[in-house]
């Protein structure tokens, strides 16, 4: 099946600094989703993103589908951006997660 | 946007005991939904596939007498976890797709723990 990637596993940050996360897989796909899991479990949706770049808010997306990757920018960091930021493809395989803790 | 709404949020029950899980969308019909696990600092796996009307798909090494999956209609897919065990314990969240472009919304999940 398609395997997905993501880095870093983990990353800390100071609130207010800027951030990317990648995500590789490993065969084309129609469909490409960014979550971020709140610490209560909840897996807020952020992007659908299959192809193209995103903006939403401090948040963008951009996924080369050609080159299978996808990229979740985080800029002027918060502590509420801690937590586990998923990218799932297809129907749908998850990627192993990147850990985010935001420091004040 | 999609809603999908998950009942109960979080479970303890006895072991030998059945727990049943329940997924609804709310706003949109789902002809199909899917359930996942997740263990602590893990990330999610899909368990199974529910199909409205006819019989789920399991993944490989899934128990489907253990996991036993209903979708009776196009706004509810249950989860029920028979004879539960202490090594059942998990995060259980479902999910649906919508015809609106959102790709795939999740329910809030549901924390059960067997002891």
């Known amino acids: 099946g398609i395997q997905v990637e993501q880095s870093p596993p983990d990353l800390i940050l100071q609130e207010g600094a800027n951030s990317t996360l990648r995500c590789n897989f490993s065969d084309s796909v129609n469909n490409l989703q960014w979550f971020h899991q709140n610490p209560w479990g909840q897996l807020i949706n952020l992007f659908y993103?299959?192809?193209g770049t995103k903006q939403n808010g401090r948040l963008s997306a951009t996924t080369v589908a050609t080159e299978r990757y996808s990229l979740l920018y985080i800029s002027s960091s918060q502590t509420t951006d801690s937590g586990v930021y998923f990218c799932?493809?297809?129907?749908?395989?998850f990627g192993e997660g990147t850990q985010l803790t935001v420091n004040p | 946007g999609a809603v999908v709404s998950q009942h109960p949020s979080w479970v303890i029950c006895k072991s030998g005991t059945s727990v049943k899980i329940e997924c609804r969308s709310l706003?949109?019909?789902?002809?199909?939904m899917f359930w996942y696990r997740q263990f602590p600092k893990q990330s999610l796996m899909l368990m199974a596939t529910s199909n409205e009307g006819s019989k789920a798909t399991y993944e490989q090494g899934v128990e489907k007498d253990k996991f036993l999956i209903n979708h009776a209609s196009l706004t509810l897919s249950t989860l029920t976890v028979t004879s539960a065990h202490p090594e059942d314990s998990s995060f259980y969240i479902c999910s649906a797709s919508d015809t609106l472009g959102y790709g795939y919304t999740f329910g809030s999940g549901t924390r059960l723990t067997v002891v």
């Open positions: 993103i299959p192809s």
């Open positions: 706003d949109f019909q789902a002809t199909t």
């Open positions: 799932a493809v297809g129907v749908l395989t």
